[in-house]
């Protein structure tokens, strides 16, 4: 994908524009709801987290203390606004089952 990207410009500057957009829209959405400041740090912190995985995971082990760091915020952002709807922890378990049908769909066609 990435050399896709370096080759085809104009596939790179959408690439930009569909993510500064989804940025924008993000902060957007942000004020029009009234997040609370603890709604819009458990945003923060699930990104991070999945981030800093990534990280870990590609470019060195010594990120896993920050992994550490992040999943706790998540963990206590998630539980001071339980209260508020649960909402993105149902979207954190569709996307967990979106990402593991494609490998568990790839190990099945492995073993054929």
């Known amino acids: 994908m990435l ?6 410009h104009a596939v790179l ?3 930009h524009i569909v993510g500064i957009c ?13 997040e609370t400041f603890k709604r819009v740090c ?5 990104t991070s987290f999945f981030l800093l995985v990534i990280a870990y995971l590609f470019v ?6 920050l992994v550490l760091g992040a999943l706790a915020g998540v963990i206590w952002f998630g ?6 709807g649960l909402e993105w922890l149902v979207g954190l378990g569709c996307a967990c089952a979106g990402f593991s049908e494609p490998s568990f769909t790839f ?3 492995w073993r054929e």
């Open 42 to 46: 458990l945003d923060a912190f699930l």
């Open 13 to 15: 500057v959408i690439y």
């Open 22 to 34: 989804s940025i924008l829209l993000y902060f957007w959405f942000t004020i029009i709801t009234s």
């Open 107 to 109: 190990t099945c066609r």
């Open 3 to 8: 050399e896709r990207c370096e080759q085809n």
């Open 60 to 65: 060195s082990h010594l990120f896993f203390v």
């Open 79 to 84: 539980w001071h606004t339980r209260k508020l």
